[in-house]
């Protein structure tokens, strides 16, 4: 019976340290951020392996972007949810999927568009300006010369 006060202690230690955290104590999130890198490093490695037909990916970029995950699950986390690491793991690997995901659309040409604010009429090649036209042409030429450098086919038929 000796353990459950050192436990209740230990629960509302760390109800506090999250709470700090959340009110902008960058000490405390600092110090949870760091006692929770394993897990950043468990599931970049993973991603990682999975990364490597996308060449502009390191494992740097990928081990960053689980450190946001796990800074978005310090802000938001509830400790009478649940596990910690269990809720952080969620938003580590759905922070590494979305960016994954959006290398892998801007390797194929299809990057990720800001949504305009204003509805704009449809605009045609007839509409366009001669100098405006041929950069479009370019640039697509271009985005088909990455995607057969990068593609995985044999050099000679490249």
Do not use: C
């Amino acid at each position: 019976m000796t353990n459950k006060p050192k436990l209740a202690n230990k629960e509302r230690e760390q109800r506090e340290r999250f709470l700090a955290a959340q009110q902008g104590d960058k000490a405390v999130r600092d110090a949870l951020v760091e006692e929770n890198i394993g897990l950043v490093h468990k599931w970049a490695r993973r991603y990682y392996r999975y990364a490597q037909g996308i060449p502009t990916i390191s494992y740097e970029d990928i081990f960053l972007e689980g450190i946001y995950g796990l800074i978005k699950a310090i802000d938001k986390y509830k400790p009478q949810k649940g596990s910690f690491s269990t809720y952080a793991t969620i938003w580590i690997k759905q922070s590494i999927r979305r960016f994954l995901q959006k290398e892998r659309a801007q390797l194929k040409g299809r990057g990720y568009l800001p949504v305009q604010e204003e509805e704009d009429e449809q605009m045609t090649l007839e509409d366009m300006p001669a100098e405006e036209e041929e950069e479009l042409i370019s640039s697509d030429t271009e985005s088909l010369r990455k995607k057969i450098e990068y593609a995985p086919i044999p050099e000679r038929s490249k």
